[in-house]
C-alpha cells in the first residue's frame, strides 16, 4: 500500500509527480468510488502550512490559484470534474440543444455554464421560483428552463420539436430523458446510465465516472479563478456544523454547501 503513496512537500514540490504543485495552497480531490459519491466530502488541504501531506496517487492534486477560495477550491472539485467529463462525453457544437436534468445540483449548475459557454443552447431543469433564479443567475448567456414537476416531454418538444441533440443526466429518469433526444443524439450520465440501457435505440449514452486528474482540477480551478465559471456555493458551515449542512443538502438545498475547518 505504502508504494502506492506519493506525497507532495510545499517547500520541495515533488518533481515528476504533480506539476504546478508548489508553495501555496493546492487541493486533493477524491475520485468517487462508491454509489452515494455526493456523501464524499471533497477534500482541500492548504500545502502552505503543512510542510508533507501524503494521498493516495489516485487522487488528484491541483495548485488552488490565489484569485480561487479553498471553499470554492472544494465545491469544484469533484462536482467540476463530474460535470466536465459530462459535458466532454456528449460534446456540445455551436447551437445544439443540451438538456441538463439536475442543473440546480452541484455537478449541473457547473454543466449548465460549460455547455452554455460552448454556444450550445442549454436547456435547464428547475422549479419555478428560487430554483429557476438560481439557475438562471448562473450565467450571462441565456438559458431554458424546464419544470421537472411538469410534464417535460411536452416542454421540451416545444423547445427542440425534433428532440434535443444531447442530455446530461445528473438526475431524474434516463430512460424517460433518452426519449427526449433526437435520433443520433447523446446523452452522459453520472448515474450509471450507459449503453446498455439505449441498446437498440438510435442514440448514444455514456456512464460517466468523473475522474478527477490534476490537468481537469486545474483546468477548473483557472477558470474559476478567471471568472469564467461561477462555483454555485449557496450556503457555507463551520465544520462544527455539518450534521447541519448534511441536513440542508439532504432536504433539497441548491448548488454546493461547503464545510470549512479553521
Ligand atoms: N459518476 C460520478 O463520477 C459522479 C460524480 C459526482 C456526482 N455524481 C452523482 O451525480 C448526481 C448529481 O450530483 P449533484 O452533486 O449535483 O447532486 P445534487 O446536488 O443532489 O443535485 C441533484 C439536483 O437534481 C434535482 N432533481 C431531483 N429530481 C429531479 C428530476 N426528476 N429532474 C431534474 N432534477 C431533479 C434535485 O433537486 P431537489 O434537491 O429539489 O430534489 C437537485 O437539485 C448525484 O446522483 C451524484 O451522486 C456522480
Known amino acids: 500500500m505504502r508504494s502506492r503513496l506519493r506525497s507532495a512537500s510545499a517547500r520541495r514540490p515533488c518533481s515528476g509527480c504533480w506539476p504546478g504543485v508548489s508553495a ?9 468510488t462508491v454509489p452515494k459519491w455526493n456523501t464524499l466530502p471533497t477534500c482541500v488541504v492548504t500545502l502552505a502550512s503543512w510542510k508533507r501531506v501524503t494521498v493516495p496517487a489516485s487522487y488528484g492534486v491541483a495548485h488552488i490559484p490565489g484569485a480561487l477560495s479553498v471553499q470554492d477550491a472544494g465545491a469544484l472539485g469533484l462536482a467540476g470534474t463530474a460535470a466536465l467529463d459530462s459535458v466532454n462525453a456528449v460534446d456540445p457544437q455551436k447551437d445544439e440543444t443540451v438538456l441538463v436534468s439536475g442543473a440546480t445540483g452541484g455537478v449541473g449548475a457547473l454543466a449548465v455554464q460549460i455547455a452554455a459557454a460552448r454556444g450550445a443552447k442549454a436547456i435547464a431543469t428547475a422549479r419555478p421560483g428560487a ?3 438560481f439557475v ?31 442530455v446530461l443526466h445528473l438526475a431524474g429518469d434516463g430512460a424517460q430523458l433518452a426519449g427526449l ?3 443520433g443524439g447523446r446523452i452522459a450520465s453520472t448515474l450509471g446510465f450507459g449503453p446498455d440501457a439505449v441498446e437498440g435505440q438510435d442514440v448514444t449514452a455514456h456512464s460517466v465516472m468523473a475522474a478527477p486528474n490534476a490537468r481537469t482540477l486545474t483546468a477548473l480551478a483557472e477558470d474559476a479563478a478567471s471568472g469564467v465559471l461561477r462555483v454555485p456555493v449557496t450556503a457555507t458551515y463551520p465544520l462544527e456544523r455539518a450534521p447541519d449542512a448534511f441536513a440542508s443538502f439532504a432536504s433539497g438545498a441548491l448548488g454546493k454547501l461547503a464545510i470549512t475547518c479553521a
Do not use: C, K, N, W
Not at 495552497?25 to 477524491?30: F, P
Not at 410534464?151 to 427542440?160: C, K, S, V
Open 131 to 133: 430554483e429557476a433564479a
Open 181 to 183: 433526444l433526437r435520433p
Open 24 to 32: 501555496g495552497s493546492a487541493g486533493a480531490v477524491m475520485p468517487p
Open 136 to 166: 438562471t443567475d448562473l450565467t450571462d448567456a441565456e438559458v431554458h428552463l424546464v419544470d421537472f414537476t411538469g410534464d417535460l416531454d411536452a416542454q421540451i418538444r416545444t423547445l427542440a420539436p425534433g428532440g434535443v441533440d444531447a
